[in-house]
């Protein structure tokens, strides 16, 4: 029984991401998307808005379990009883902090190993910040996210300007 982790912030949660989780969900008996509640960082969403999201438009897909959780990523597999960790790779830029992050992580704990998926080509220009900035100036998200997600993203934005 193989369970993997694949850990992120989803804030929120894009096609590029959807795309990683549907490859990797081929490839495991079980996937837990761990959602970061990083409380260092200020997300857009909150960690329930981003669960919420990631369960609405992963409806259907088997083997998914959705769970927030803060601190070590490698306690938090290890809560989960999971063996391997899934990352997605889109550019170079992405290479050197994923791998001082996966032989930390090996070190801390090394029955848990790492797993890249490159990401596909038609989405290694997305990222979460990019949809947010073009949301921001009122652009049309619908081909990086699902239409819940951009209709969340319109509301949580519209609220912040009133
Ligand atoms: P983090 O804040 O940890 O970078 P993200 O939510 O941005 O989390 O991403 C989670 C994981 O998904 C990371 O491994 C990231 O590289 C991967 N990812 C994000 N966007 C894409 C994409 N467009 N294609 C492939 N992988 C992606």
Do not use: C, W
Not at 26 to 42: Q, R, S
Not at 105 to 134: A, M, Q, R
Not at 136 to 148: E, Y
Request: a negative charge; proline letters at 4%.
């Amino acid at each position: 029984m193989l369970r993997a982790v694949y850990p992120g912030s989803f804030d929120p949660v894009t096609y590029g991401h959807l795309d990683i989780i549907e490859r990797s969900s081929k490839l495991v008996d079980e996937l837990i998307i761990g959602v970061l509640n990083n409380k260092a960082k200020t997300p857009l969403f909150s960690a329930e808005e981003r669960v919420r999201m990631l369960k609405e438009v992963t409806k259907g897909m088997p083997k998914l379990t959705i769970v927030p959780f803060d601190g070590l990523l490698v306690e938090f597999a290890r809560r989960m009883e999971a063996t391997m960790i899934v990352r997605g790779l889109r550019a170079i830029t992405d290479f050197e902090y994923e791998l001082q992050m996966s032989q930390t992580n090996h070190k801390l704990e090394p029955e848990i190993e790492t797993v890249f998926l490159t990401t596909s080509l038609d989405y290694s220009y997305l990222s979460s910040t990019t949809v947010k900035e073009v949301a921001a100036f009122g652009g049309d998200i619908s081909q990086f996210v699902p239409d819940f997600v951009a209709d969340t993203i319109r509301e949580k934005m519209n609220r912040r300007r009133v």
